[in-house]
Each structure stands twice: as C-alpha cells, then as structure tokens.
C-alpha cells in the first residue's frame, strides 16, 4: 500500500532541479546588472566578477556565455564584454527577485509613489485624452456608488491610478509599474479599514482630475502629491 502511494506521489511531482552554478552566477551577474550598469556599459573582468561573487572564473565563464546567449551582454573582441539594450523580461524576473530578498518597505514604495505619481499626474493633464478623461470619471462615479453601499472601492482605486499612466502615452512608465504592479498594489491596499481612508482618497482623485480637465500641469501635479503624502500619513500613521 504504501509502494502504491509513493508511485502515484511520482506520477504527480515532478523532481526540483537544483541550479547549477554557473546558472545562480548568472542570476547574480543579472542582479548586478539591473542595481549598478546601464545599456552601453562595460561588466566588469571575469576574474573581479569571480571574486565578487565568490565563484569559480570557469562558472563566471559558463555565465557569460549563457547570458550572451540570451542576448543580455555581448562580448566585443579586445574590448569587452558590454551590457545590451534590457528587454521587459530581462528587467522583471531579476527585479522582482531583488525587491524580495529587500522586503516590501511601506515607506519606501510611498516615497516612490511620491517621486513618481505627481509627475504622471502632470503630464497626464497636457496629453490626457478624452476617452481617458470619461474612463476616469466613470471610475470615480462607480467609486463614490460603491462607498454609499458600504464597500470600500479598493479595486477603483487603483484602476484610477492606472487609467492615470495609461494617459502619459509612456509605453516605458506603462511598463515599469506593470513590473511593481503587485508591490504598488499593497500600498493601495493598506490598509483599508483605517477610517476615512476611502472618503480621502476619493476626494484626492477629485482633485486630481479636475486639474486634469483644466489642462493645469501644476495643479494636477500639486493635488497628486497631496493625495499621496494624505495616504502616505494614513498607511505609515504618521500624525
């Protein structure tokens, strides 16, 4: 019976693989990537990423080449080896594994909300369609029906915020916040049964998009940074 068991247990799962090193060097080398070069720059030797990483120069070796592969580095006879144009994925998966290892901060995704926001806010109100502007509206009327039925309308909350980015018409903007998408959602989310919370942010999205409508970049840019720093103030319980 318990020979039966085990072979259906096989049948099912399937064995975890464990990395090779050269494999975790090269997520390492990505990391390294994402945190300290841009486009264009130069990786450092093969025998400094051996140290840095306390790894073997054949490893540091074998990950190069995969990443070569991929197209995250090119190598360039006698000059280098050079980092290339980063693609959405090469960006996603690596970022997404250091922002773990750190740990979701509160404090610091809002004081990247406050670095980012006000400044889509503003140029969502000089390129801001008018289809943009009803989707937003229409989103903050289902917000306030929603509030007089007694739900808190997080999921309004932040469709406005995207429908907001959306009107940049900043693919680039578009992707990053795609990539933080789960990371910026749990400062929407919390928390949500701190009272007033919903009535201040639905008030603040007023703000914003009245400014919007007025085609005012100051305004709008000057109600985004109120909204966030009233949220900020709730979520951080700061007096």
């Known amino acids: 019976m318990h020979s039966a068991r085990v072979g259906m247990v096989d049948a099912e799962l399937t064995a975890i693989r464990k990395k090779k090193v050269y494999e975790q060097a090269a997520e390492q080398i990505k990391l390294f990537i994402v945190r300290r070069l841009n486009p264009g720059d130069k990786l450092p030797p093969e025998r400094d990423l051996a140290e840095m990483l306390a790894m073997s120069r054949s490893s540091i070796r074998n990950a190069i080449r995969d990443l070569e592969i991929v197209g995250v580095i090119k190598a360039h006879q006698g000059a280098g080896t050079f980092v290339c144009e980063f693609s959405e994925d090469f960006l996603s998966k690596p ?67 995207y429908i907001l980015a959306l009107a940049t018409n900043n693919t680039v903007v578009l992707k990053v916040l795609d990539i933080l998408k789960e990371l910026l959602h749990e400062t929407h989310e919390h928390p949500w049964q701190v009272d007033g919370r919903a009535q201040k942010s639905l008030a603040g999205h007023k703000r914003i998009l009245l400014a919007i409508k007025r085609r005012d970049a100051d305004a709008a840019e000057e109600a985004m940074l109120q909204h966030v720093e009233e949220i900020e103030a709730m979520v951080l319980n700061k007096p």
């Open 95 to 161: 970022l997404t594994t250091l922002l773990t290892q750190q740990g979701s901060h509160l404090g610091e995704l809002m004081e990247f909300r406050r670095m980012l926001e006000p400044v889509l806010a503003s140029r969502a109100a000089t390129r801001a369609s008018s289809e943009h502007i009803a989707k937003m509206e229409k989103v903050l009327r289902r917000h306030q029906h929603k509030m007089r039925a007694g739900d808190s309308g997080i999921e309004e909350d932040s469709e406005f915020h």
